[in-house]
T-cell receptor, first 112, second 116 residues
Framework: SQQGEEDPQALSIQEGENATMNCSYK?????LQWYRQNSGRGLVHLIL?????REKHSGRLRVTLDTSKKSSSLLITASRAADTASYFC????????????FGKGTRLSVIA | KAGVTQTPRYLIKTRGQQVTLSCSPI?????VSWYQQTPGQGLQFLFE???????NKGNFPGRFSGRQFSNSRSEMNVSTLELGDSALYLC???????????????FGSGTRLTVV
């Protein structure tokens, strides 16, 4: 079963605009990760944020984490056509031998 | 350094046949995980291997099996294929050695399996 749920399921924006995707999860986590997948390809790791962190930046990416609300957001600033892809959040739980669990993703389309 | 390599890239099989998929992780990575991706179910965890031992298994029937070799390369096997097994099978390796998972995964490009 999915631990994380992304919202919205699909997002269409113009090039140059910002894109925000949200992720909600259910259990206590050690960290939350965001991945990108171009059509039919493997996933690419974008960023990892630990449970004791609230915000993290990487280039045009900004990730926030609110453990009290069990939610995270991924912001892509100044979107480009090349950012068109599906974005997934994945959670690593705090304890136990549990694999990385992925949400169903947000499909982002950036129109040039 | 070389990424995660999955072979073959595409595969077409007939119902009832079996198939073996291969994954070579990043050099030095001992953890290999397999996921099945379908449009309806998203990414579903199949199993994880670490140092030749299956450390975790997802909720899939016994027709799905896997193994890991001493060089960390991994294979997964699906026997008695069904139409519903058509999916993108993704392999991922990680530098992590324990739990919880504190490192990101590096994914291969996947094997697209079509069962007809």
């Amino acid at each position: 079963s999915q631990q994380g749920e992304e919202d919205p399921q699909a997002l269409s924006i113009q090039e140059g605009e910002n894109a925000t995707m949200n992720c909600s999860y259910k259990t206590s986590i050690n960290n939350l990760q965001w991945y990108r997948q171009n059509s039919g390809r493997g996933l690419v790791h974008l960023i990892l944020i630990r449970s004791n962190e609230r915000e993290k930046h990487s280039g045009r990416l900004r990730v926030t984490l609110d453990t009290s609300k069990k939610s995270s957001s991924l912001l892509i600033t100044a979107s480009r056509a090349a950012d068109t892809a599906s974005y997934f959040c994945a959670t690593a739980v705090s304890s136990g031998n549990t694999p990385l669990v992925f949400g169903k993703g947000t499909r982002l389309s950036v129109i040039a | 350094k070389a990424g995660v390599t999955q072979t073959p890239r595409y595969l077409i099989k007939t119902r009832g046949q079996q198939v073996t998929l291969s994954c070579s992780p990043i050099s030095g990575h001992r953890s290999v995980s397999w996921y099945q991706q379908t449009p309806g179910q998203g990414l579903q965890f199949l199993f994880e291997y670490f140092s030749e031992t299956q450390r975790n298994k997802g909720n899939f029937p016994g027709r799905f099996s896997g193994r890991q070799f001493s060089n960390s390369r991994s294979e997964m096997n699906v026997s008695t294929l069904e139409l519903g097994d058509s999916a993108l099978y993704l392999c991922a390796s990680s530098a992590g050695t324990g739990t919880p998972l504190v490192y990101g995964y590096t994914f291969g490009s996947g094997t697209r399996l079509t069962v007809v």
